[in-house]
Every structure is written in structure tokens, then in C-alpha cells.
């Protein structure tokens, strides 16, 4: 991919200055060790043996990342894609069908050493944040399953033993207002601190919706927000030589929809939508769309956490416990347009319920306290070795489909009046007479879950140059699951069972047990470089499908999925210790890959059929890397570079596009992932400077991203492929550092770069797509002490 000419000036200053580098003293320019919790203890970066990436506070401050969308910029290969309630996390090109509650994704979630798996947990808790971790490749052995293609751990600030706070504001485009506050300190000196946080964070809708005036009810806009939240974290510093930790959070989300477009349909099918809304846009990328009732969705979660730290004689004890309920509402514009044809409104209660202990060595000489054999030192070791529980629910899950008969037929008829099934019901009604005939289906969903597992790492310095390393994880896993579907109309369903959904009432159950491992060797020719070499396997557990329509085993439960890795990894320190350089390659290999799809023969206005299935094979592979370099005192370069390839190995059953259907499904195999560009680089310039002896500095970053082409929906039509596009983002500001503030304006997407989050299938051949942020301009004033 062809670099832009801002790429190339940026590339020509990082190789231009090193010689003025290499002239100045790098003490003050040396960058830090970063200390991490990627396995379950603290350990340099440099010395762990997987793939990650790091951000601490001042960075997260500085950059003005107010979510995992806006992190995920500065990691290779990773990226939680938004828009409204819909959000993807996507590790590698691993990702999952957002429609499905019980469907977890592949890169996991960690809260202050907590998993989740709902998608709203994304979304949570960026706020008062110490450090986020993001892992790349399996982490099952300490993490669990369900994180075969990564993880993000988000760990948030601890309170402290000094008076202190911080006070974050953001206003600008879009009627954006955001306040964040954060108040620590000691309560009983040298026994109890306490810290205090919460955010307030409101933005209009970046998407118009014509419909607005034109039918009672509809919204004026998509893809806003109004979320707020706080945290209050007391700390125990010494209960019997102990330390405790208690948390308690609330968050509550109001995203309002998924703002999709319509971009693609036919004259007919204009015309038909534009009696219910003259001013209808069928128009792409100018954000607008055209919808009638209300979409979004509302979400509270409280959380409760407590971490006990023990030592005796050097050993470590750790208990972690958890309690986090998630009450979810929503509706949904499910025909995504001005006519009252279609409309969903539901919710779900999902209490989860952990607890973790785990147990950590000290260095111990030789091999667990062997220290020789014949003569020979057997080096050193450490392990570290823990039990894990959770029980998971989905409780009073509910959605309720409505559909104007009428309405919906007159737009199938619009669009495709052949279609099986409906063609000879479409006359029998006219078609413009909303309200009188409607069919109404709810659909009810329970959940439970269970889950124990023992794990174990052990680590082996056999010589002063190379650690083994072996890692395990013992789990089993119960499910339980009920589904109930019933037809609320007083009059005999013509339509529905048409449609796809068929009363039914189900329960199923299952068992798994998993073993999971992790093999590395750590190479340490010298304190500033360590290479790994490693292979792991993980397990995303079998499970459920909370969204079928009918009562048929393949449509109702899906099997466990495997992934192994193989992957050799280089972390580096250069040009004492100014330059941070970290370099990977990848294979991924993945067995019974849990797609989510629905059967275009049976799918029509966004409902229809949705199965899960297992395809047969996968594998994604490629190289990443990234690095932080300060040449010099007053500038920093921080860049990342993903190259991933990924193809289906064998898929013959993968979901079509709605106006192609294929008997069976339409054959992927050899085809790449969707929502997977090959190429994502970013390169970000920060400047900082002193003015004068005034103690202000200047300030100024500049990001740019660059992507290559991806499917942008699971059917892989070639006519949804996003082309590739580069992305800027800058700020300018002033700071003093002594007195603890700063003042930015900030640019994002300056060039108001369109491109989309998926597209899907309305009905044949009429098109949709969701839209990421368009230019944003705000203005950041932060103060801490």
C-alpha cells in the first residue's frame, strides 16, 4: 500500500534526526520498563512471552481516548469497530455476529482481572483507567476460554496515599459534552485510602433522519450517546499485613441505534418508501437515513469487585471475587426505513458471578527446589498456580417482532414480488393501509452457565540466556439453555411462519471439558532483547443460539471451536533505551470456526432464519509490529504495522447474499474473513516543547492510519468491499507540567474520511450500512495535582 505524502515526510524527519539524537544526552529520553499483569503477576513487558501491545494513563490522557474504539488505534491487528449498540471487537479477523446475547466473542474481555463476555462490558468502563493491556494471540491458560484470539484487559486506578485528583473536560462538534472527575486520597493514614471517579460523557447523533418530520415519533438522529458513570474503590493498605481492595461501579449507556443508510435499492423500491417519507435518502456516505421508529438501546451495569493480596514468606497469595449484573432494553427499526413495516423492542437481565485464587512462587532455586543434576545447575524457576469459577446467566430475555402485514408485503412486492414463499400473499392485502393487520411474535431466551477450572504457568530459567516457560488450563464448563416462541396476534399467523419464525418451545443442555496449554522458549542474548518462540491452544467453548426461530437442533446449538498458534516474537530496546521495537510473525489454525449466519432462503427485512454453524477450517497468519522512539527530547514517533492474511480453509455452508441465494449456502472457501483489511498501520508524531522559562510547553500530535480493502459483511459480496482509505487525526495545545494542566483542540478523521462498519441485506438486492465517526473537532482541558 502506497504510503501518503504525510507518511513520507514523517518517515523522512524519524530517519533525519537520528544523527541529532545520537549528539544528545538520552538519559531523560530513555523510556521506562513497563510493568504488566498479562499472566496473572507482575512482570516486566519485555519478559512475557506473548504479543501485546500497552497504554498507560498519561498516554490515554494525552491522546484523549475516551473508549476501546479510540485505543484500539494504536495496537496492530485489533479493533473494536462501533456504532450505536452495535460494537465488534475484532482480534486478527476474528470476530462474531453482534445479534446474538450468547454468542461470545473471540477476544475476550478483562476488567481488573475479571472476564466478561456480553458486549456492552466493551463499552463500560473507559474511564479512571491505570493501564490497558491488549494480548494477541490465545490467552486461555490464564484467562480462560473464549479469548482465543486475544484479549483486552482494562485495569483501573487504584486510590492513593496522598491527597490527589483530576478533572478531565471535552466539548465540541456535535454537541459533544464530557466530564470526568477523580478525587483520592487517605481516610485512616497508613490503613484505609479511598478514590472516588465518575464521567458524564453526551453526544448528538452524527447521522440526520428525514423521517423525523415526517412521521410522529421517529428520532431526529442516530449514533449518539448519553453515558455516565462512577466508580468509588476503597483500599485496605495493611488488615493484618494484608491487602484488600473493594470496588463498587455503576454505569448506565444510552446509544442511540446503529444509524444504518440505506445505499443500494431499486426504483420501485424507492418509490414505494417515499409515500411514508418524501424526503427518503438513498443516498451513500452523506450520513443520513431514513427511519420510523425508534432505535437504540439502554444499559445499566453494576459491578462489585474485591482483590485480597497475602504474602507469607515470600509466597503470594491472590483472591479476586466479583458480582456484575447487566440490564439491558432495546428497540429496533429492523425494516431500516420510513415504512411502519417492521419494528423489535426487547431486553435481558445478565448477572455473572467469579471468583479466582492463585497462588505465586517466589523465585525458587533450580527446578522447583532440585537445583542440580550430576554437577550440572539446574537454574531457577517459578510458578504460579490457581482455581477459577463463574457462573454466567441471561435472565428474562425477551424480544417481541411486529410486523404491519400490509406494509411489509408492499415492500416485498416493491423489491422482489417473485419471492418464494410470500408471492401469494402479496395482492391480498393493499398495501398502503398501515395498522390494520399486524402479526406479533415474542421470542424468550434463558441462559446459565457454569464454569470451574484449575491453571498453572511455570516458568524455568535453566541458563542465564533462556526461560521455558508451560502454561495449562483444566476447565468444564455446564450450559443450560430454554427458548420459548410464541404468536401474540388473535388472528392465524400467515405471515410469520413465513418470514422464519415458527412457535417452538425448546431446552437444551450440554457439557465440555477443556485442556488448554501454552509452550515458550524466551531467548536473552542481553538485557535489551528477548526473543520467543511459542505454541498454544484454546477453546471457545460450544454453546446456544439465542436468536433462532425455529426448534431445530443445528439452529439451536453450535460446537466448541479450537484454535492453535504458532509464533515467534522479538521485544526490543535500541539506542539506550530511546527506541522501543517489538516485531512478530503469526500462524493461526482453526478448527470448527463458530460463524453466525442467516438463511437467505428464509430471510426477509432483517429477521429470518439464524443458524450458527461450524465451519470446517480457517487460519489466519501474518506479521505485526510496533515501536516507540524519542530521538530527541521533544519529540516522540510511535507507529504500528498488521499484516494479516486470513482465508477459509474450507466453508461451503457460508451465508448468501439475500437476491443470490445458493442451495446449502454459498461456498467461502478461499475466500478471506470479512471486516478484515490485510494492511492496518498507524504513525503517530507527538511534539513537545518548552516555551521559554514561561514552565508552559507546546504541544502537537499527529496520527495517521492507513487500511487496505475488507468485506464488509459475512456473505463476502463482492459489491459490500470497503476500499482501502487512510484516516489523519491531530491536536495542538499547551500544558504545564508543574502546575498539572493542559488545553488541546483535537481533530479527528480530518479529511471527513466515509467509511463503513457493515452492510447487510434488507431484502434483495436493497443494501444498508452502518458508518463509522465522520470529522470531529472538540477541545480538551485537563488539570491534575
Known amino acids: ?76 491487528s485489533v479493533k473494536v469497530t462501533a456504532a450505536g449498540f452495535f460494537a465488534a471487537p475484532n482480534a486478527r ?69 496522598e491527597l490527589s485528583g483530576a478533572l478531565n473536560i471535552q466539548g465540541g462538534e456535535y454537541n459533544r459534552r464530557r466530564y470526568e472527575g477523580v478525587i483520592s486520597g487517605p481516610i485512616i493514614k497508613d490503613f484505609l485510602n479511598i478514590r472516588i471517579a465518575g464521567f458524564s460523557d453526551v453526544r448528538d447523533g452524527y447521522i440526520k433522519n428525514t423521517t423525523h418530520d415526517a412521521r410522529p415519533g421517529a428520532q431526529k438522529d442516530f449514533l449518539g450517546h448519553d453515558r455516565d458513570g462512577f466508580r468509588i474503590k476503597a483500599e485496605f493498605t495493611d488488615l493484618a499485613g494484608s491487602n484488600l481492595r473493594l470496588s463498587y461501579e455503576e454505569v448506565n449507556l444510552v446509544d442511540r441505534g446503529t444509524g444504518a443508510e440505506i445505499i443500494r435499492a431499486k426504483p420501485e423500491v424507492q418509490e414505494y418508501m417515499r409515500q411514508f417519507d418524501p424526503n427518503t435518502d438513498f443516498t451513500a456516505d452523506n450520513n443520513t437515513a431514513s427511519m420510523d421508529y425508534p432505535d437504540g438501546r439502554s444499559v445499566t451495569i453494576k459491578t462489585f469487585n474485591s482483590q485480597w493480596d497475602m504474602d507469607f514468606s515470600n509466597w503470594g497469595l491472590v483472591v479476586v471475587g466479583g ?26 437481565t445478565s448477572p455473572t458471578t467469579t471468583l479466582e485464587a492463585r497462588l505465586i512462587s517466589p523465585t525458587l532455586d533450580g527446578l522447583f527446589g532440585l537445583t542440580e543434576i550430576g554437577g550440572l545447575s539446574l537454574g531457577s524457576s517459578d510458578f504460579i498456580m490457581g482455581g477459577f469459577y463463574q457462573n454466567r446467566e441471561i435472565n428474562d430475555s425477551t424480544m417481541r417482532f411486529v410486523f404491519d402485514v400490509p406494509v411489509y408485503l408492499g415492500m416485498i412486492a416493491a423489491a422482489s414480488p417473485n419471492t418464494s414463499g410470500l408471492a401469494p400473499l402479496i395482492g391480498l392485502y393493499p398495501t398502503f393501509t398501515e395498522g390494520t393487520i399486524l ?4 421470542q424468550n431466551f434463558e441462559q446459565r452457565a457454569e464454569t470451574a477450572a484449575f491453571f498453572g504457568e511455570a516458568k524455568w530459567n535453566f541458563h542465564q540466556d533462556f526461560t521455558a516457560q508451560l502454561g495449562f488450563r ?13 404468536y401474540n396476534n388473535p388472528q392465524p399467523s400467515v405471515l410469520l411462519p413465513e418470514n422464519g419464525l415458527e412457535e417452538f418451545e425448546a431446552e437444551r443442555s ?12 524466551n531467548w536473552h542474548p542481553s538485557d535489551d532483547i528477548s526473543i520467543f518462540a511459542h505454541q498454544a491452544k484454546a477453546v471457545k467453548g460450544g454453546g446456544f443460539n439465542a436468536f433462532s426461530f425455529r426448534g431445530v437442533d443445528d439452529e439451536l446449538q453450535y460446537s466448541p471451536e479450537y484454535t492453535t498458534e504458532y509464533a515467534i516474537n522479538a521485544k526490543t530496546f535500541w539506542l539506550d533505551k530511546t527506541l522501543v521495537l517489538n516485531l512478530g510473525i503469526y500462524r493461526m489454525e482453526v478448527e470448527d470456526f463458530q460463524v453466525l449466519i442467516r438463511d437467505a432462503e428464509r430471510a426477509n427485512l432483517g429477521v429470518g432464519v439464524s443458524r450458527v454453524t461450524n465451519a470446517a477450517e480457517a487460519r489466519a497468519q501474518g506479521f505485526e509490529g510496533d515501536f516507540q522512539w524519542n530521538p530527541l527530547a521533544w519529540l516522540t514517533l510511535i507507529g504500528t504495522i498488521g499484516y494479516n492474511e486470513t482465508e477459509y480453509l474450507n466453508f461451503t455452508r457460508n451465508e448468501c447474499p439475500a437476491d443470490r441465494p445458493m442451495p446449502g449456502g454459498c461456498d467461502a472457501t478461499g475466500k478471506s474473513f ?111 495535582f
Open 323 to 348: 458480582y456484575s449484573q447487566l440490564s439491558n432494553s432495546l428497540t429496533a427499526d429492523i425494516d431500516f426505513s420510513p415504512a411502519p413495516a417492521s419494528y423489535a423492542l426487547g431486553g435481558d
Open 510 to 521: 450440554m457439557k465440555d471439558s477443556q485442556f488448554q496449554y501454552k509452550v515458550s522458549l
Open 1 to 76: 500500500m502506497k504510503l501518503s505524502k504525510l507518511s513520507l515526510f514523517i518517515l523522512g524527519t524519524f530517519l533525519t534526526s537520528q544523527s541529532q539524537a545520537n549528539a544528545n544526552s538520552s538519559n531523560s529520553r530513555a523510556i521506562e520498563e513497563i510493568i504488566v499483569t498479562a499472566q496473572k503477576r507482575e512482570e516486566a513487558v519485555q519478559d512475557v512471552p506473548i504479543s501485546m501491545s500497552v497504554m498507560n494513563d498519561d498516554f490515554i490522557t494525552e491522546q484523549g481516548i475516551n473508549d476501546l474504539a479510540t485505543a484500539m488505534l494504536y495496537v496492530p
Open 439 to 442: 402479526e406479533d411474535a415474542t
Open 93 to 161: 479477523g476474528f470476530t462474531f455476529n453482534n445479534n446474538n446475547k450468547a454468542f461470545e466473542p473471540p477476544l475476550g474481555l478483562a476488567i481488573d482481572g475479571l472476564p466478561y463476555t456480553r458486549i456492552p462490558y466493551f463499552l463500560a468502563a473507559t474511564f479512571d483507567l491505570q493501564r490497558i493491556e491488549v494480548l494477541r494471540g490465545p490467552q486461555g491458560t490464564t484467562f480462560g476460554k473464549n479469548t482465543t484470539a486475544g484479549l483486552i484487559h482494562m485495569l483501573t486506578k487504584n486510590p492513593t496515599d
Open 674 to 784: 470479512p471486516f478484515t483489511p490485510e494492511w492496518n498501520n498507524t504513525l503517530t508524531t507527538i511534539f513537545r516543547t518548552p516555551i521559554g522559562s514561561s514552565g508552559l510547553e507546546f504541544t502537537a500530535s499527529a496520527t495517521i492510519e492507513n487500511y487496505s480493502e475488507q468485506f464488509l459483511d459475512v456473505d463476502l459480496d463482492e459489491r459490500k468491499i470497503q476500499e482501502g482509505f487512510s484516516r489523519y487525526k491531530a491536536s495542538i495545545g499547551l500544558s504545564h507540567p508543574i502546575q498539572g494542566w493542559s488545553i488541546k483542540v483535537v481533530g479527528e478523521n480530518l479529511t471527513d474520511q466515509r467509511s463503513g462498519v457493515r452492510q447487510g441485506d434488507l431484502f434483495e438486492g436493497v443494501f444498508v450500512e452502518s458508518v463509522e465517526i465522520p470529522r470531529m473537532i472538540y477541545g480538551q482541558l485537563a488539570w491534575s
Open 474 to 486: 483444566v476447565s468444564d464448563e455446564e450450559k443450560s439453555a430454554a427458548w420459548q416462541q410464541v
